[in-house]
Protein backbone atom coordinates (compact mmCIF):
# COMPACT_ATOMS: atom_id res chain seq x y z
CA UNK A 1 0.00 0.00 0.00
CA UNK A 2 2.83 1.78 0.65
CA UNK A 3 4.00 2.00 -3.06
CA UNK A 4 0.32 3.52 -4.27
CA UNK A 5 0.30 6.67 -1.82
CA UNK A 6 3.86 7.29 -2.15
CA UNK A 7 2.99 9.37 -5.31
CA UNK A 8 2.38 12.67 -4.85
CA UNK A 9 3.46 14.61 -8.56
CA UNK A 10 1.00 17.53 -7.15
CA UNK A 11 3.00 18.32 -3.73
CA UNK A 12 6.04 17.57 -5.80
CA UNK A 13 4.78 20.19 -8.61
CA UNK A 14 3.80 23.06 -6.03
CA UNK A 15 6.55 22.87 -3.76
CA UNK A 16 9.02 22.95 -6.77
CA UNK A 17 7.26 26.04 -8.15
CA UNK A 18 7.01 27.68 -4.27
CA UNK A 19 10.89 27.31 -4.48
CA UNK A 20 11.73 28.72 -7.77
CA UNK A 21 9.74 31.32 -7.28
CA UNK A 22 11.26 32.64 -3.95
CA UNK A 23 14.69 31.80 -5.59
CA UNK A 24 15.29 28.84 -2.83
CA UNK A 25 15.50 26.20 -5.62
CA UNK A 26 17.41 26.02 -8.99
CA UNK A 27 14.84 25.62 -12.29
CA UNK A 28 17.56 22.47 -12.96
CA UNK A 29 16.89 21.52 -9.44
CA UNK A 30 12.68 21.63 -9.25
CA UNK A 31 12.78 19.62 -13.07
CA UNK A 32 14.92 16.72 -11.49
CA UNK A 33 12.53 16.82 -8.54
CA UNK A 34 8.89 17.06 -10.95
CA UNK A 35 11.43 14.43 -12.72
CA UNK A 36 11.48 12.16 -10.38
CA UNK A 37 7.91 12.68 -9.42
CA UNK A 38 6.96 11.44 -12.70
CA UNK A 39 8.90 8.14 -12.66
CA UNK A 40 7.59 7.66 -9.09
CA UNK A 41 4.17 7.74 -10.67
CA UNK A 42 4.85 5.85 -13.34
CA UNK A 43 6.71 2.58 -11.48
CA UNK A 44 5.22 2.43 -7.78
CA UNK A 45 1.73 1.47 -9.04
CA UNK A 46 3.92 -1.72 -10.82
CA UNK A 47 6.01 -1.95 -8.28
CA UNK A 48 3.03 -2.51 -5.65
CA UNK A 49 0.87 -4.69 -8.06
CA UNK A 50 4.01 -7.08 -7.73
CA UNK A 51 4.54 -7.27 -4.23
CA UNK A 52 0.89 -7.63 -3.64
CA UNK A 53 0.74 -10.96 -5.89
CA UNK A 54 0.29 -14.11 -4.05
CA UNK A 55 3.27 -16.68 -4.78
CA UNK A 56 2.34 -19.31 -7.79
CA UNK A 57 2.69 -22.01 -5.60
CA UNK A 58 0.30 -20.44 -2.63
CA UNK A 59 -2.26 -19.64 -5.36
CA UNK A 60 -2.42 -23.23 -6.42
CA UNK A 61 -3.05 -24.09 -2.91
CA UNK A 62 -5.88 -21.84 -2.46
CA UNK A 63 -7.96 -23.21 -5.15
CA UNK A 64 -8.07 -26.92 -3.92
CA UNK A 65 -11.45 -27.48 -2.73
CA UNK A 66 -10.93 -28.27 1.19
CA UNK A 67 -12.80 -31.14 2.92
CA UNK A 68 -14.59 -29.90 5.76
CA UNK A 69 -13.35 -30.10 9.57
CA UNK A 70 -15.79 -30.84 12.99
CA UNK A 71 -16.01 -28.62 14.70
CA UNK A 72 -13.99 -28.38 18.27
CA UNK A 73 -15.34 -30.76 21.26
CA UNK A 74 -17.18 -32.99 18.07
CA UNK A 75 -16.44 -36.75 18.41
CA UNK A 76 -17.15 -39.72 16.31
CA UNK A 77 -18.93 -40.03 12.67
CA UNK A 78 -22.45 -39.47 11.61
CA UNK A 79 -23.57 -43.06 12.60
CA UNK A 80 -22.42 -42.16 16.26
CA UNK A 81 -25.37 -39.89 17.14
CA UNK A 82 -27.23 -40.45 20.40
CA UNK A 83 -24.01 -42.86 21.36
CA UNK A 84 -22.11 -41.89 24.03
CA UNK A 85 -18.20 -42.16 23.82
CA UNK A 86 -18.02 -43.04 20.49
Not at 59 to 81: C, M, N, Q
Request: charged share 15%.
Amino acid sequence: MVFLTATSLPLLVALSVIGVDHGVMLPENAAALVGAGVLSVAIFPFIATRLHRPAPAARRSDTRKRSPTRPAGVRGGPGSVGRLGA
